[in-house]
């Protein structure tokens, strides 16, 4: 468990620090005394959870917990205060906190099953949070593909017409028509990302060897610019998925580390057998991800290209989730990106030889 403790009483840090060691076998804990430099340590660091004092030099009171939320609303945060007031305490959770513990009152049972479910009930409002969404998103498909793709199509098809028949359209005429049917292309593509994601289909399972997907996928995906590193078994590592989706989800992530680096760098992927999983791993040494896109990354929307609607990592993500398997993403400013996915082997078909964990 990584924790970010934000207090500025030192014997009050100590007393969590000598906590958490009598009731928990491995964890890391990060200490800053005022809210900015917590703030500031979460840019480049990722954390489980955080520890909150509302009290801080640089911060007084729920403004503290407000300020925390609109930086990074999707970390669990347990408001830890000397003052036992029950009025505040409702605010804090009305606010966004998961629990408020009151100094010197918290058990070390009570802190360490605060902070763990701190982080599950999280988890849990994130997916139902997602699940709206992407209910949200179907009905949106479905009316987008009904009223604007068929005028999208009448305006490329007049715009192919105008093409054809006018006997000599000047040099800006032309340029016009190019750009019509350029912008209703893309338009298209957006649509039918939004549909895809929005009705994506159950898996259909079969047995693959992840280094034979991985060096198709690179065939496809590799300027002379970018330096390309393969840390592939040498044995089959098979596992169950279905190909097609499994192909556009690695192939996405692949595809955005090419293009990060337009200007050169090298490109990383690993894959290994971890207990019962397949874990992948692809990073680049490009830009990295701004710090205010991190939260979000997964989200429609979100993207870094200014020509992107921001759909292709979110795809990504309904493909992991239906495969239920899990997707990280790990960046610094200037240093590059790492995606690491791990899916479940599964109960694998036929005569399929696959490595064994070790």
Known sequence: MKILLIEDNPGDARLVQEALKESLNKFTIKIVEKLEQGLDFLLSEDVDVVMLDMNLPDSQGLETLIKFQCRFPRLPVVIMTAVADEVVAVQA?????????????ASVALLTRALSYAIERKKMQQQLLEYEKMAYLGKL????????????????????????TLKEP??????????????????SAIIKKLIDMSRMKEPTPENLDIAELINDLVKENHPDCVKLVLDLPARPLVFLADKEQLRMALGNIIRNGMEAM??????????????????????????GIPPEIKGHLFEPFATTKHDSAGFGLAIVKTIIDKHH?????????????????????????????????G
Do not use: C
């Open 141 to 164: 498909s479905g009316f987008i593909a009904h009223e604007i793709r068929n005028p999208l199509a009448t305006i490329d098809t007049s715009a192919y017409y105008l093409e054809k």
């Open 93 to 105: 959770v009305q606010q966004g906190a998961q629990d408020y513990l009151v100094k010197g009152q």
């Open 262 to 287: 337009s200007e050169g760098g090298t490109l990383t992927i690993a894959a290994r057998r971890v207990e019962n999983d397949v874990e992948i791993s692809v990073r680049d040494t490009g830009p």
């Open 325 to 357: 398997g899990t997707i990280q993403a790990a960046s610094e400013p200037g240093k590059g990106t790492k995606f690491t996915i791990r899916l479940p082997v599964g109960e694998l078909t036929g005569k399929a030889v696959s490595e064994k964990p």
């Open 170 to 187: 000047g040099a800006k005429t032309k340029a016009h028509l190019e750009r019509i049917r350029s912008a209703v292309n893309r338009a």
